[in-house]
């Protein structure tokens, strides 16, 4: 972990970030015992945003791109027990990277935005909003998500575009996908 958090400028950097990837996704226990360290460094603060966002956002990456079923518990359970805040960029990081996983529970990620928290509330939109991007929100949970979207409130964080244009996606023909990312980019 330190040779790591003081390598991060390294141009090998990515290249060691991919081979971890690789020996987690072969069930390397070493790797995955960094892997939850990492987190639990993260989750205290002794590997923070503001000076390891390198490290960290490979750390993130590197569960996506597992993907399965504990990586992804690993990425959740990291936003739940946030007691406190991340720069809004990490969040919308996380949050990108929710619809990679090959299990996502839709009902989890709609309990975590209906938190009291503005901030794990707001990864949740985020998250939520993705799935619903990526079209990976099941069939019987639209109207659920819709009702609970049109219902959405935080004030904390400006969020009424976001939902708006998840709304407007979940109520039109999804087909031409392309038209509406450009539309979230204007």
Not at 89 to 115: M, Q, R
């Amino acid at each position: 972990m330190d040779f790591l958090r003081k390598e991060s400028d390294n141009s090998n950097f990515d290249s060691w970030l991919d081979q971890l990837a690789e020996r987690a996704t072969n069930g390397d226990k070493l790797i995955w015992s960094f892997l939850y360290q990492a987190i639990r460094e993260a989750d205290t603060g002794r590997l923070s945003w503001g000076f390891h966002k390198r490290l960290l956002s490979g750390i993130f990456h590197i569960l996506a791109r597992i993907g399965d079923s504990q990586s992804y518990r690993l990425l959740i359970n990291y936003v739940k027990s946030l007691d406190r805040t991340i720069p809004v960029g990490a969040l919308e990081l996380i949050s990108d990277l929710i619809p990679t996983f090959s299990e996502v529970d839709v009902d989890e990620i709609i309990n975590i935005a209906s938190l009291n928290d503005p901030f794990k509330s707001a990864f949740g939109i985020y998250a939520l909003a993705q799935i619903v991007l990526e079209g990976r929100i099941p069939e019987d949970k639209i109207d659920q998500v819709r009702s609970f979207l049109q219902d959405y409130r935080n004030p904390s964080y400006f969020l009424d575009h976001t939902v708006e244009r998840t709304l407007e996606f979940l109520d039109t023909d999804n087909s031409s996908i392309l038209s509406f990312v450009e539309q979230l980019a204007s």
